[in-house]
Nanobody
Framework: EVQLVESGGGLVQAGGSLRLSCAAS????????RVWFRQAPGKERQGVSC????????YYADSVKGRFTISSDNAKNTVYLQMNNLKPEDTAVYYCAVATRCTSYEYDYWGQGTQVSVSS
């Protein structure tokens, strides 16, 4: 059984930081593009960041560039999202997912999500 389990969300003041983790079982994360996406109430899903499976390149949404960093620990089969200088507009449920490539719209597996709330 494949499981992706996110953790690390919470309530933080604007300007603060959080580190999200996504631990995988049943798959090897390095075999996939590793994705973080988010969804705020009433809004569409938004891709936040991705690590390519082919060359390890990282990609970020313009809204988070320079503030968020994605990384992956193959030994722990875990992907992380370091979020600094958080803004109220970052408030959303954050999900990790795996896909064939970073440009894929459909995900193969995803977790249950973790809530990030940023107060002004």
């Amino acid at each position: 059984e494949v499981q992706l389990v996110e953790s690390g969300g919470g309530l933080v003041q604007a300007g603060g930081s959080l580190r999200l983790s996504c631990a995988a079982s049943g798959i090897t994360l390095d075999d996939y593009a590793r994705v973080w996406f988010r969804q705020a109430p009433g809004k569409e899903r938004q891709g936040v960041s991705c690590i390519s499976s082919s060359d390890g390149r990282t990609y970020y949404a313009d809204s988070v560039k320079g503030r968020f960093t994605i990384s992956s620990d193959n030994a722990k089969n875990t992907v992380y999202l370091q979020m600094n200088n958080l803004k109220p507009e970052d408030t959303a449920v954050y999900y990790c997912a795996v896909a064939t490539r970073c440009t894929s719209y459909e995900y193969d597996y995803w977790g249950q999500g973790t809530q990030v709330s940023v107060s002004s």
